[in-house]
């Protein structure tokens, strides 16, 4: 079954982009069927896949805008292995835009709900082809990012280990609750990345138990350590694997791959344990968690991965 994942969070250069390409590259070295989309006007999931933003005249601006199938604007990249949905500043004018399609009357609820209907449409049409597919968001909690969390099945959240990281989260997980509420009840937190990690940095290690015990199982094992190669592979348009397929940064992303696919095939074994036989009982069965969580039915607990982040009665001196 094909995995949509938004890599998101709003706090700027955490390494979102990092993430998504050589995630993406380390997922096909393990034969995995790969799509990423460049929700961000930056475009630099573009660059950083070896293709030329400012010469792709289709992009995923237009997708959004439902002028055109994403069959007809994605490109593969030769250094990563995968297919690509580009993106180029013409997104930035998405934000207004999408505000005032068709009719300048038409309000914010409309129009989003009309570009996730696009957004959506266009990511079923071709989401057979793939096993994953990765939607790069932007630094902001826009319209654009709302977008990836309301077409993916979940969200990966880079973040680095620093003190106004914790704050930052709480923000998404807010925000990834009131779209579960409204938007996308199924959204789930694929999981929380540790990245430009620094094991000799106190502060870095305090974050990383903070993160460990308000997400637990939802924080991956794997560690990004701060590497030089994913640095400078960007600029050669290449994911490290490419560049130095030995090197931390590009072992690092491999070992988070293998986690990633793990997750995947212990999510299918449990969705498989509780799928109904054909020829049950009539009991009605219980829902089928979507991802080892439950997904519906069961708000209380579904929400159970959020649970630390609710909002704690003040605690007396
Ligand atoms: P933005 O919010 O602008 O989209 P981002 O969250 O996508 O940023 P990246 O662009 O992936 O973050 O990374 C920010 C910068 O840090 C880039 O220059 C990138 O090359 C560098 N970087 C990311 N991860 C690492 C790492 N593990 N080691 C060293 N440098 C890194
Ligand atoms: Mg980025």
Redesign the pocket.
């Known amino acids: 079954m094909t995995r949509i994942i938004a890599v998101a ?1 709003q ?11 050589n995630l993406a590259a380390s997922l096909v070295a393990m034969k995995r069927k790969v799509l990423v989309i460049d929700l ?1 006007p ?1 475009g ?2 573009t660059t ?1 896949s070896g293709i030329d933003k400012r010469a792709r005249k289709r992009t995923v601006y237009h997708v959004l805008l439902g002028e055109t199938d994403i069959a007809d604007v994605r490109v593969h990249s030769e250094t990563g292995g995968f297919d690509l949905v580009p993106a180029n500043r013409e997104l930035a004018g998405a934000e207004v835009e999408l505000v005032d399609l068709p009719e300048r009357e038409m309000r914010l609820k409309d129009a989003l709900a009309e570009a996730l209907r696009q957004m959506r449409a266009a990511i079923d049409a071709i989401a057979g082809d793939y096993d994953f597919i990765f939607l ?4 902001s909690l826009s319209l654009l990012t709302l977008n990836g969390l309301c077409a993916a099945d979940s969200v990966l959240i ?1 973040m680095q280990c620093e003190y106004y990281a914790l704050e930052g989260l709480s923000d998404l997980v807010q925000t990834i609750k009131k779209v579960r509420a409204h938007l996308n009840p199924t959204l789930e937190i694929e999981g929380l990345l540790r ?3 620094d094991p000799r940095n106190t502060l870095a290690l305090n974050v990383a138990a903070e993160l460990e015990r308000h997400f637990g199982e939802r924080l991956y094992r794997t560690v ?5 190669r ?5 600029s050669h348009g290449v994911p490290a694997l490419t560049l130095e397929a030995k090197s931390k ?1 590009a072992l ?1 992303y491999l070992a988070l791959a293998g986690e990633v696919v793990r997750r995947m095939e212990a999510r299918d074994r449990a969705h498989a344990a509780v799928a109904p036989e054909p020829a049950a009982t009539e009991q009605p069965s219980a829902p089928v968690p979507h991802d080892g969580l439950p997904a519906s039915g069961a708000p209380e607990q579904s929400t159970a991965a959020l649970e630390p982040f609710r909002d704690q009665p003040e605690q007396s001196p």
Do not use: F, H, S, W
Not at 11 to 21: D, H, N
Not at 136 to 139: E, K, M
Not at 224 to 228: H, Y
């Open positions: 969070n706090k700027g250069g955490v390494g979102k982009t990092t993430t998504t390409v961000d930056q630099n999931a950083g790069d968001c932007p630094p880079p990245t430009m990690y990004i350590p701060r590497n030089v994913l640095a400078e592979a960007p940064g690092a």
